[in-house]
């Protein structure tokens, strides 16, 4: 149940995809993330499902696999599918009771879902073929000259590592303590809402205490080697740019090109296929 | 009450790149009143096979059969089982969390259902069994107790739900000398008590040839050795081999055996050691 949440889980893998430099991916995602918002129409999402298919072909993460990830945001899909599909003013389609679906409704919950979809497939995909360690080195790298104006970069990558680091940790932890009391007889499948936010007293309690004992012993586990912050630190992997990320800038700039085509010339582009 | 496992299969994380087997074929059964040390080497598949017995896991494929109840079935009652069978994890503190020791060990009984009365008796009961005095720990909050009161506590809690079957996964991991000592002397009383089925896992051949009528140790996931101690302890070789140990009078008894002397093995306690010692010796003043 809780080991369904996929972001922030690595999907290990050695694919071009996976080696692409942390601090490209980022920037990368992000762009794929705005130009999701430039997309007017549904070519639009073909290309954007394309480029997206292509990447996950070459980085070989199964389907399946990132779909999961779907599974913890389903309600808030549907929730937008409704409210796009019912609160839409336009021509009428369906009556159902009080609630009217349109046509602009329809076509625009199915176009949000698919935006939202797409956005959480496309960010998921980052932390899938980044390992986290890295993924916090592209994020502390690109802060950097942030330092400047007193942006603690180190401090907020350290804290992101640690924050990533410790969500498996967690989950069993929760799990073990869920069994655990469930084996005292504890229920948490049954009940009215009240009491099942009762029942969830005995996991709380305890996961709040080991999640301090872990960060104490962790603290602890710092100080003993000597960390003191960012200050002069140095890097055992050192980010470098090579040919492969030049590629990919290349094929990113393609893809923001052909959206912004069809964003512009979306009218001419419908009639030419029409012909 | 009586337990049977057959052709159990289980895999974690499924069809994922983190997959691995970790049950493959285990069958047993475990008459009532049967006091089983299971023991393997870690990694074995000890703590996955114990989660099935009271459906905390399901398994791919196989049966759990918990007296005539089949628990791996769709839709079994599960919550009854559970009741039924009390497991205590590994390092079980963790599962304090109540303001008082005597609410904690209530929380069990409480799930059951029980009324006030009724609650007293099982928390009073299963505090003397486990060796904490009432009046001195009762009202005190768990978080402030020793390492070794802790557990204590943690086991009655268990206690006080009055399970048919107890499972206790290395409950002397990780105590001081008296504390471990006090957990063997509870698990003698418990056995002569006779009520319940245990089956204890640990990894300390001493204890459990001291208290396990019956041994099972698993290896890879698979039953590799099943019997009376005496029966398990004399596959020696592949005992040390899996990187199990044997119990400290028997890795004596090898020792000298494996220096040249000619003397006969069996012997699993200190006891067993002196007798076979001193009948060696006297056969040998014989000879002379």
């Known amino acids: 149940m809780i080991r369904d949440i996929t972001i922030g889980q690595y999907y290990p893998g050695e694919t071009w995809v996976h080696r692409l430099d942390p601090r490209l991916k980022i920037t990368v995602t992000l762009i794929f993330i705005v130009a999701l918002f430039f997309v007017r129409d549904f070519l639009g999402y073909v290309i954007a499902i394309a480029a997206l298919g292509g990447v996950i072909a070459i980085s070989r993460v199964p389907l399946g696999f990132i779909l999961r990830g779907l599974k913890a ?14 609160l839409t003013a336009g021509t009428p389609l369906i009556k159902i009771g009080f609630f009217t679906v349109t046509r602009e409704g329809l076509y625009g919950a199915v176009f949000m879902a698919l935006r939202l979809v797409l956005l959480i497939i496309g960010s998921s995909l980052l932390t899938l073929t980044t390992k986290p360690i890295k993924l ?37 932890e929760t799990d073990k303590i869920m069994k655990a009391q469930m084996a005292r007889g504890a229920d948490f499948e049954s009940g ?10 005995p996991i709380l309690v305890p996961l709040f205490i080991s999640a301090f004992r872990i960060a104490q012993d962790l603290a602890m586990a710092m100080e003993a080697r000597c960390y003191r912050g960012g200050e002069g630190r140095t890097k055992l992997h050192v980010l470098k740019f090579e040919s492969r990320d030049a590629a990919a800038t290349l094929l990113t700039a393609l893809f923001v090109l052909l959206i912004l085509f069809e964003r512009v010339y979306s009218d001419e582009i419908r009639a030419f296929l029409a012909l | 009450m009586s337990i049977k496992v057959k052709d159990l299969v289980h895999v974690y994380g499924e069809k994922s790149p983190y997959e691995t087997p970790a049950l493959d074929k285990v069958s047993f059964e475990i008459a009532d009143g049967e006091f089983i040390g299971l023991i393997g080497h870690t990694g074995s598949g000890k703590s996955t096979l114990v989660q099935h017995l009271n459906g905390l896991l399901k398994p791919k494929s196989g049966q759990v059969f ?3 109840a089949e628990i791996s079935a769709k839709g079994a009652k599960l919550t009854d089982i559970r009741r039924k069978i009390g497991l205590l994890f590994q390092y079980p503190e963790y ?24 609650t007293d008796d099982r928390v009073r009961e299963s505090m003397s069994t486990v060796g904490l005095d009432f009046d001195t720990f009762a009202q005190r909050s768990p978080f402030e107790l020793s390492g070794g009161q802790k557990r204590k506590a943690v086991i009655a809690g268990v206690i006080a739900m009055r399970p048919e079957v107890l499972i206790l996964d290395e409950p002397t991991a ?10 063997l002397d509870m698990l003698l009383n418990i056995k002569e008590s006779r009520r319940v089925t245990v089956i ?32 398990v302890f004399a596959h020696e070789e592949f005992l040390t081999s ?6 400290l009078a028997a890795e004596f008894m090898r020792e000298l055996r494996i220096r040249g002397v000619d003397i006969e093995g069996g012997a699993l306690t200190a006891d067993e050691a002196e007798e076979s010692l001193s009948r060696y010796l006297k056969a040998k003043e014989n000879v002379r």
Do not use: C, W
């Open chain 1, 73 to 86: 945001i389903f309600i808030i899909i549907v929730f937008t599918f409704a409210l796009n599909m019912f």
């Open chain 1, 136 to 172: 916090t080195d592209g994020i502390e790298s690109l802060l950097g000259p942030l330092r400047v104006i007193g942006v603690p970069a180190h401090e907020l990558a350290m804290m992101m590592t640690i924050a990533l680091r410790f969500i498996p940790t967690l989950l069993e």
């Open chain 1, 192 to 201: 009215s809402i009240l009491r099942r936010a009762k029942n969830l007293i």
């Open chain 2, 66 to 68: 918990i007296g005539d």
């Open chain 2, 95 to 118: 599962q304090l969390f109540e303001e008082t020791v005597y609410k904690d060990i209530a929380f069990g009984p409480a799930n059951l259902g029980l009324s006030k009365d009724d």
């Open chain 2, 174 to 183: 990780g105590l001081d000398p008296k504390s471990q000592r006090d957990m």
């Open chain 2, 200 to 231: 204890l896992i640990s990894h300390n051949m001493d204890d459990v040839v001291r208290i396990a009528d019956r041994i099972i140790v698993l290896e890879k996931g698979r039953v590799a050795l099943d019997g009376p101690p005496a029966e």
């Open chain 2, 242 to 247: 899996i990187g199990l140990g044997l119990p």
